[in-house]
């Protein structure tokens, strides 16, 4: 089946591309922009579709797991690129990660032996007329992202996000790392670097005296989201900041010798050639030759071979509560979508399950039938409510008494943002117990509405 109708898709990241998977395998053409290579985003290092910037984990797969029951939720809505993802996975645990390049060749491939898709290598600098889906993500050119302002006659927010180093396996010295998983769960997939409380020390003290990449939009009202913060920010809180984040020791012990450390570097495996490891966590905006001598400090990493240094960008991303309906659809205009991190959302899974919703209520639109909109209990609807209620962002003025908004924060998938259950009093107190029976809920939500909209 065709259609004759036609959208262009702004963006071929993780949400243009899945919501121009979305629209092509139901028969409607896509012309699919990216502008690179021709135009870089700082971040990206080549020009296929739905590169992995920073980690290259879409976090737990677990469905007790707010993350892993939304990767659950779009397998059952027929989401494209969580497939590939599984196609292309490596070893991470109780996660979901990936071999980056083979999974952006991947999704690159099965755009362009698509018929209904035609990826154009081009900047697009003005919105289209017409049906359109901006997915520029939070690296949109500055031209594009003035008339997205120009559009939603507001201000963009924006934070920074980092990207983490990653290192040669041949180069780590092993009689040092060891393999292991956190409480011993899953695979041992993850390489381990021990440090005593002087190598600790030692570290911490290099790290925060290392001097940092100066960015001029960087000042004092810098916005970071809290879940990918720059590892020297993150010790700048405190010395044991890191030993109860990244770093935290518990649960890894080293066979050979039996001891609990006092904090340990976790590498997770980068490529499906299991030749390159990222460093969990450490998100940095280090000089290149401070990450050098920094990465070198940790015991087992002292001869690294560092292969990709990390840097650190801005992501932008409108208010989606003043700008967009639950389903994606712009307010002001019937027939603009946006998907993916430009939405407010955070993290790589979040945004696929934007472009699998925006391609979806597109698709619906072209076809007038009524837009989808998933419901609260559900972890895609729960986000996709969300962003687009201002509600949680209403406060009283301390100093008049009137009702305000506060700016919005990046937000992914967590339970809290979930239309509550009713539980007893202990069940209550399960922690674990109320994660299952909320992730049952939504899976039998999610089957029901996939049923209706595969059907129609």
Known sequence: MTNTAEVKII??????????????????????YEMRPFKNTGAHVTEDCAEFVCSNSLGSADLTNASGLLKAEMEI????????????SVPAGNALAIAR??????????INENPNIELIREEITEIPDGNVII??????????????????????????????PIVELDSINFEKAFWGARYDKGEASYINCPMNQEEYEKFYNILINAPRIEQHSVDKNTKFFESCLPVEVLASRGVDTLRFGPMKPVGLIDKRTGIENYAVVQLRQDNS????????????????????????????LENANIVRYGV??????????????????????????????????????????????????MARRIMRKDLFIPPKETMIGAISNYITDKAHLAH???RDGSLRYLPPQPINSNWAIVAPIELSKSERKNKKLK????????????????LKIINE
Do not use: C
Request: charged share 20%; net charge positive.
């Open 11 to 32: 963006g071929a990241g993780l949400a243009g591309s899945e919501a121009a998977l979305q629209l092509a395998k139901r028969g409607i053409k896509v012309k699919l």
């Open 77 to 88: 809505l027929g989401g494209e690129l969580i497939k590939i993802a599984k196609e292309n």
């Open 101 to 110: 390049e083979d999974f952006s060749k991947a999704v690159t491939s099965k």
């Open 135 to 164: 997915a520029s993500g939070p690296l949109t050119s500055d031209n594009f992202a003035k008339s997205i302002q120009d559009f939603t006659e507001s201000e963009h927010l924006h934070f920074f996000d980092a990207i983490a």
């Open 273 to 300: 050639a299991k030749t390159l490891f990222n460093l969990v966590g450490f998100q940095t905006n280090l000089k290149w030759g401070a990450q050098k001598e920094l990465v070198h400090s940790i015991p087992g």
């Open 312 to 361: 650190m960008h801005r992501n932008t991303f409108i208010n989606a509560s003043q700008v967009l309906n639950p389903t994606f659809e712009s307010k002001k205009r019937k027939g603009l979508f946006f998907a993916g991190q430009i939405t407010g959302t955070e993290g790589y899974t979040e945004s696929i399950a934007g472009g699998l919703l925006a391609g979806i209520n």
């Open 396 to 398: 009283i003025s301390k």
């Open 435 to 450: 994660t299952e029976l909320l992730s049952k809920r939504a899976i039998e939500s999610i089957k029901t509405i996939a």
